[in-house]
């Protein structure tokens, strides 16, 4: 059974980059078949599909956010993480890592405020 779990700061300070983790377990972020992807939910909106990584390492990004996301991995940890940058109060959201069609993470909120 594959499992996801997101962590970092709750709390990021306006212009700061924000960095999650997803910690993943059952499964290999290197075994074909998984897309590892990055979701966010804004207050009172819908979901946004931030961008993935594939099993060889390929990224690919939302075009709305693309200048500000990296996606990069650790294989040994098994591991996958966001980096956006330049953040302001409006990438305040519920922050999930999912497996595509497969398991999703919690969720984490991230508030951004000085």
């Given at each position: 059974?594959?499992?996801?779990?997101?962590?970092?700061?709750?709390?990021?300070?306006?212009?700061?980059?924000?960095?999650?983790?997803?910690?993943?377990?059952?499964?290999?972020?290197?075994?074909n078949?998984?897309?590892?992807?990055?979701?966010?939910?804004?207050?009172?909106?819908?979901?946004?599909?931030i961008?993935?990584i594939?099993?060889?390492?390929?990224?690919?990004?939302?075009?709305?956010?693309?200048?500000?996301?990296?996606?990069?991995?650790?294989?040994?940890?098994?591991?996958?993480?966001?980096?956006?940058?330049?953040?302001?109060?409006?990438?305040?959201?519920?922050?999930?890592?999912?497996?595509?069609?497969?398991?999703?993470?919690?969720?984490?909120?991230?508030?951004?405020?000085?």
């Open positions: 059974q594959v499992q996801l779990q997101e962590s970092g700061p709750g709390l990021v300070k306006p212009s700061q980059t924000l960095s999650l983790t997803c910690t993943v377990s059952g499964a290999s972020i290197t075994t078949g998984y897309y590892w992807s990055w979701i966010r939910q804004p207050p009172g909106e819908g979901l946004e599909w961008g993935g594939g099993y060889s390492g390929n990224t690919a990004y939302s075009p709305s956010l693309k200048s500000r996301t990296s996606i990069s991995r650790d294989t040994s940890k098994n591991q996958f993480t966001l980096q956006l940058s330049s953040v302001t109060p409006e990438d305040t959201a519920v922050y999930y890592c999912a497996a595509l069609a497969v398991a999703w993470g919690q969720g984490t909120q991230v508030t951004v405020s000085s």
